[in-house]
């Protein structure tokens, strides 16, 4: 194994022991197309299924250029791939999504547009193949995103990214429990860029996010990255505030001189469905702010992020050396 390749690609594994032969088959074709050295890392994020036992045989089949990371449980994509990022040796980092959705074969587009200056390339996918409710809450949320972080990423729902080593470096510093890496990225690049890729359907199995998780996800890329929600509440519960003051205003003039002419605005008033409007208001007020104090207490705990069960991998030197795989001793970071 080359001590400092050119190109490491992370795929971070979960639960994919139907679709992992089928990546195998095409990543490394691939990468041997793009006649630089490198190297894949593959990181099991606590998978229950076969994944961990295909990823020791593939590390077997080419330890020169395959590395595996294995969590003792599932701590989430993110962070897998953060244990991935801690551990590369190249120059440029690109991440890849196991699922083969985003076709291996396109990270030479990514290389391409860093040769031209750019430090992070975003992949944006062109003709997905998601079912219509994925894609219109991504567009959504693409455009809610950019109005309250500013940060400009067309499609933040696509893994095929490529980094610079700084960048990568950089995010590995900021020891963040939790965090979102392209938008975490974005805000550290100087020359951000994106490229058309292809997007097909899922090679085997189903996908690992649910309506549940990807509103959690996109809870903690706005919270993790601005105070424009809190401000927000902030503004609304003001306005509710004056709005509630000038009605009861309006309403005891009502009583007091006109006799009855805004009768019908007090009786709206009256409505129960404003005390559930009201209700509802703080209930969300107080949630928002709960995300923000939970994202406080994660950190301030300082437990570790993950717990790495073994790292497969063969020695390496700065010259080839013989066939050789071992595999390290439990750890934790």
Not at 15 to 22: Q, R, T
Not at 232 to 251: D, E
Not at 276 to 292: D, N, Q, S, T, W
Request: proline share 4%; charged share 25%; with cysteine.
């Amino acid at each position: 194994m080359i001590a400092h390749p050119q190109l490491s690609v992370v795929i971070p594994v979960y639960n994919e022991e139907a679709g992992l032969p089928a990546l195998f088959a095409r990543i490394y074709p691939a990468l041997d197309a793009l006649d630089v050295p490198y190297e894949v890392i593959f990181v099991n994020d606590g998978s229950r299924d076969r994944s961990a036992a295909l990823l020791r045989e593939q590390f077997t089949a080419r330890p020169d250029v395959t590395r595996v990371i294995l969590f003792n449980a599932n701590y989430g994509q993110h962070l897998a791939i953060l244990a991935g990022f801690e551990r590369v040796r190249g120059e440029r980092i690109v991440t890849l999504d196991a699922d083969l959705q985003n076709p291996p074969e396109e990270i030479g587009k990514l290389l391409a547009v860093m040769d031209g200056g750019a430090d992070y390339v975003g992949g944006v996918r062109r003709n997905r193949e998601d079912v219509w409710w994925r894609r219109a809450a991504s567009r959504l949320m693409n455009r809610l995103r950019e109005r309250i972080t500013r940060i400009r990423m067309t499609d933040q729902g696509c893994m095929l990214r490529a980094y610079s080593r700084d960048i990568v470096d950089a995010i590995v510093a900021a020891r963040e429990v939790s965090t979102f890496i392209p938008a975490l990225a974005y805000t550290f690049a100087h020359h951000p860029a994106e490229v058309d890729v292809l997007h097909e359907e899922r090679a085997a199995g189903e996908s690992k996010y649910s309506m549940y998780r990807l509103m959690r996800l996109n809870f903690d890329l706005v919270t993790g990255f601005s105070l424009v929600p809190l401000q927000l509440f902030s503004v609304v519960g003001m306005i509710v505030a004056i709005g509630s003051v000038v009605l009861y205003a309006v309403v005891i003039v009502e009583r007091a001189i006109t006799g009855g002419v805004l009768e019908g605005l007090k009786a709206v008033w009256d409505r129960d469905i404003l005390e559930f409007f009201l209700i509802g208001c703080i209930m969300f007020g107080v949630g928002l702010l709960g995300e923000y104090v939970g994202r406080i207490y994660q950190q301030v705990r300082e437990r570790p992020r993950y717990v790495i069960r073994a790292v497969l991998e063969r020695e390496h030197d700065d010259v080839d050396l013989p066939h050789r795989p071992a595999e390290s001793v439990r750890a934790i970071r």
